[in-house]
């Protein structure tokens, strides 16, 4: 029964990593259609009414707790993290927005140092330099072309998810009460009233309400958000954190992958080989994620 339920989660990871690494390609379609803000606005606002809606079909608590920690997040996750990436697919291609938005854990890894007292330690430099190496690499700061800006505007969203993780980490240590559904939905919703206020103020032609962009509006927000939330919350209830998170990783493959095969966008050798180290430095912190949690689990197992 236990290696059935370790099967199914990693067949939900997968599916998980599936959907998540082709929501690079919808969103990059989606911004064809209409503003990127005008996009992000639909996204996140539709997406919490329907984390709303699940959260009253399973009668879990509505009540807005934490107010100004829910505003940070909403600010970090939302406005940050969703916004800056889909403006940055604007100008920039789907594979290399994804493979730096997804630079979080290492930015996580930096950051714990100065806000949670986590140093930096042994192998961990190893994922620091290789991820930055791998950063200059896809710049190629001597050769920048015209998606300067949107790597910039892709790279500062994954610092922002960052950010924000250490943030929520921060409140769980404090408030480990608080339902994990609840303090999804609420950020997601008062993150996306700023984003809304921007698409209304911002001049930018009238959507464009074809049938692509209404596939990529119930991508995005049946499949991107509340599937993909239900896999993940499976999958980390039957594995370890740092095996989920490593696992993953394949989304920003994927989304190489696919933007390379739908949209043409073929990555040059220095981009493959800089996307090549920041992988490596993603799965090193991974590694070392893995085997911290299992020398605590041993040490308590002993006690």
């Known amino acids: 029964m236990q290696n059935k339920s370790i099967i199914k989660a990693f067949a939900a990871l997968f599916i998980l990593t599936l959907i998540w690494g082709y929501n690079w390609v919808v969103m990059k379609l989606a911004v ?27 009668k879990r608590p509505l009540a807005l ?36 938005s997804y630079t979080m854990p290492f930015w996580v890894m930096l950051f714990a140092w100065p806000m949670l007292g986590e ?6 430099w190893l994922a620091v330099a290789f991820a930055l190496f791998g950063i200059v690499l896809i710049f190629d700061p001597l050769h920048i072309k015209g998606d300067g800006v949107s790597m910039l505007m892709a790279l500062s969203s ?14 769980h240590k404090r408030r480990p009460e608080l339902d994990l ?16 206020i921007v698409a209304l103020i911002l ?17 995005s927000i049946f499949l991107s958000g509340s599937l993909a939330w239900v896999l993940w919350t499976y999958a980390l209830q039957r594995l370890p954190a740092g095996v989920a998170s490593m696992a993953s990783m394949l989304a920003p493959v994927i989304g ?3 933007a390379w095969v739908q949209l043409g966008e073929r990555p040059s050798h220095i981009e493959l080989i800089g996307m090549l180290l920041i992988a490596l430095a993603l799965v090193t912190i991974s590694a070392v994620t893995i085997k911290k949690h299992a020398e605590v689990g ?3 197992g002993q006690e």
Do not use: D, H
């Not at 064809?32 to 399973?58: D, E, H, I, K, N």
């Not at 829910?70 to 697919?89: D, E, S």
């Not at 609420?186 to 993150?191: A, D, E, F, H, V």
């Open 32 to 58: 064809q259609y209409a503003s990127p803000f005008q996009f992000a606005a639909l996204r996140t606002f539709l997406g919490a009414l329907m984390l709303f809606l699940v959260l009253v079909t399973t």
């Open 256 to 258: 190489v992958g696919a």
């Open 119 to 124: 140093k930096v330690q042994g192998w961990q």
């Open 298 to 300: 041993v040490a308590q």
């Open 65 to 100: 707790k934490e107010f100004p920690t829910m505003l940070l997040l909403g600010i970090l996750q939302t406005c940050g993290f969703t916004g800056l990436l889909i403006w940055a697919l604007v100008e920039g291609g789907a594979g290399k927005t994804a493979v730096l």
């Open 181 to 196: 559904l609840n303090i999804t939905a609420w950020p997601t919703l008062l993150g996306s009233i700023p984003i809304i």
């Open 158 to 171: 994954g610092i922002s998810w960052a950010i924000s993780a250490i943030v929520s980490k921060k409140l």
């Open 203 to 219: 001049p930018a032609p009238p959507i464009v309400w074809s049938n692509t962009f209404y596939l990529t509006i119930i991508y």
